[in-house]
């Protein structure tokens, strides 16, 4: 399978309806920075999906151009990049603006909006027009995170009670 990859990296939660504006029930919207500077606000259903304030994410955004839009029984049971993340969604780009060499991508998802804002570079291979602006939005959490601080807290609590 080709490489459908348009972004990946890994983003902290800073804020969760800022605003207290939620575009629909059981929805939140999220704002997120990644570790390379960019900036997404995107709308989550947040009862299928919790999420915290200071979690991490590793999110994907994949090209859809050449999937099928029939699917049969047997697609399920296909491998899929997909069957790697928790909460995965179909969307299509609908705006790219650019601005002192920064570029600021909208994406719908059934009217839950994903807005991601950061260098033109790292953002370029977004589309507005055809079949390229569809998208899947991929997020599964960072448990890796979690797991480290775990075992460096392990490793410094039997460090200290050690005796010599």
Known sequence: MEDRKIFEDR??????DPDNKTPFRNVSRIHMVSEYKLNMEV???TQIYPIALKESFLIRVSNCDNVPNLYTPEDSN???EKDNFDYVTYGVVFDIIEKNNELTVFASFGGLIMRVNGKANALSAFRKDGKEARIY???KR???NFIAVFFIFIKWHNFKNCRL
Do not use: Q, R, Y
Request: aromatic fraction near 16%; glycine fraction near 0%; hydrophobic fraction near 55%.
């Open 78 to 80: 296909k491998p899929s």
């Open 11 to 16: 983003f902290k939660v800073e804020k969760i």
């Open 43 to 45: 709308d989550i259903n």
């Open 137 to 139: 939005l991929m997020i």
């Open 142 to 144: 960072a448990w890796f």
